[in-house]
């Protein structure tokens, strides 16, 4: 009994802080910003379908996403709604960074740590986005190259070139065996949900996930050469990491299985937006 009540005030206590926070403008922000990430992966995942087919004249990373949304009818109100569904997002982790994420372990140290980056991140994807109207935006690849010569001419840049590319190399890592375990089932709230429904959010969360951890772990990689090269040529986006699975021995199979993946992976993202726990 006692063991009982102690969990039903921890409970209870976990409760009153997640009200007192402004549980439901953290939640409208966490949901809109994964709508809006979702958007922007089916965009990237279908230009690199139209990439592995031979058709490459678009880019398939965010200002390519960007520029297809904007061609649409009241494309400029889409591009905006993106960005401030991006802020949302990066407002949802600063609170999580901030108060904790939900969860038994949303309190702790490194949550609250990884969250704050994701914040950073989010907020730096966002501006990209509520920016691209006015100055077209720059490619990711220009981006990538660029950082890295600006790294490479720090003191010890080449280390730390090298140290960051093997962060995002770790992460993309991480991404991967994260959705091949199904970690992401502790953050859905599916009570009552049919077990169909179950197994499709399954297969987009594991599909999804590897193929964003790929994309993530080959750019890593490509940052980590251009390093021990001296090389910011070396540096790829995400346009030209994805153009570089077709350079393999699966050619533009492989490619369409990762372009493939990340569209899974923005439903993946809409599924979140309905279930996940915020």
Same mark, same amino acid.
């Given at each position: 009994?006692?063991?009982?009540?102690?969990?039903? /005030?921890?409970?209870?206590?976990?409760?009153?802080?997640?009200?007192?926070?402004?549980?439901?403008?953290?939640?409208?922000?966490?949901?809109?910003?994964?709508?809006?990430?979702?958007?922007?992966?089916?965009?990237?995942?279908? &230009?690199?379908?139209?990439?592995?087919?031979?058709?490459?004249?678009?880019?398939?990373?965010?200002?390519?996403?960007?520029?297809?949304? +904007?061609?649409?009818?009241?494309?400029?109100?889409?591009?905006?709604?993106?960005?401030?569904?991006?802020?949302?997002?990066?407002?949802?982790?600063?609170?999580?960074?901030?108060?904790?994420?939900?969860?038994?372990?949303?309190?702790?140290?490194?949550?609250?740590?990884?969250?704050?980056?994701?914040?950073?991140?989010?907020?730096?994807?966002?501006?990209?986005?509520?920016?691209?109207?006015?100055?077209?935006?720059? +490619?990711?690849?220009?981006?990538?190259?660029?950082?890295? /010569?600006?790294?490479?001419?720090?003191? /010890?840049?080449?280390?730390?070139?090298?140290?960051?590319? &093997?962060?995002?190399?770790?992460?993309?890592?991480?991404?991967?065996?994260?959705?091949?375990?199904?970690?992401?089932?502790?953050?859905?709230?599916?009570?009552? $949900?049919?077990?169909?429904?179950?197994?499709?959010?399954?297969?987009?969360?594991?599909?999804?996930?590897?193929?964003?951890?790929?994309?993530?772990?080959?750019?890593?990689?490509?940052? $980590?050469?251009?390093?021990?090269?001296?090389?910011?040529?070396?540096?790829?986006?995400?346009?030209?990491?994805?153009? +570089?699975?077709?350079?393999?021995?699966?050619?533009?199979?492989? &490619?369409?299985?990762?372009?493939?993946?990340?569209?899974?992976?923005?439903?993946?993202?809409?599924?979140?937006?309905?279930?996940?726990?915020?």
């Amino acid at each position: 009994m006692g063991i009982g009540a102690a969990r039903g /005030a921890r409970a209870a206590s976990r409760g009153a802080r997640t009200a007192s926070r402004g549980g439901r403008g953290r939640e409208v922000t966490a949901r809109c910003g994964l709508l809006a990430r979702g958007v922007l992966y089916v965009l990237i995942g279908m &230009l690199a379908v139209r990439v592995a087919f031979g058709g490459g004249g678009e880019e398939a990373d965010r200002r390519g996403a960007l520029q297809e949304l +904007s061609g649409k009818p009241f494309g400029s109100v889409l591009v905006w709604a993106v960005g401030i569904g991006l802020v949302g997002m990066a407002l949802w982790r600063l609170s999580e960074a901030l108060f904790g994420a939900a969860g038994p372990e949303g309190d702790k140290p490194v949550k609250r740590l990884s969250s704050a980056g994701r914040s950073v991140f989010y907020a730096v994807v966002a501006f990209s986005v509520l920016t691209f109207p006015a100055s077209g935006g720059r +490619s990711g690849d220009e981006q990538s190259r660029d950082a890295t /010569a600006t790294a490479l001419e720090l003191p /010890a840049g080449q280390w730390l070139v090298g140290a960051a590319g &093997l962060g995002i190399c770790v992460a993309g890592v991480v991404i991967a065996v994260q959705a091949a375990r199904r970690s992401f089932r502790r953050h859905l709230a599916m009570g009552g $949900v049919s077990a169909r429904w179950r197994k499709a959010v399954d297969f987009l969360g594991v599909s999804g996930g590897l193929a964003r951890g790929t994309v993530a772990t080959a750019a890593g990689g490509f940052v $980590v050469y251009a390093a021990l090269r001296y090389d910011p040529a070396r540096a790829k986006g995400m346009d030209d990491t994805l153009r +570089s699975f077709t350079t393999t021995a699966a050619g533009p199979w492989l &490619l369409l299985a990762v372009a493939a993946g990340l569209v899974l992976f923005g439903l993946f993202s809409w599924a979140m937006a309905r279930w996940r726990e915020v």
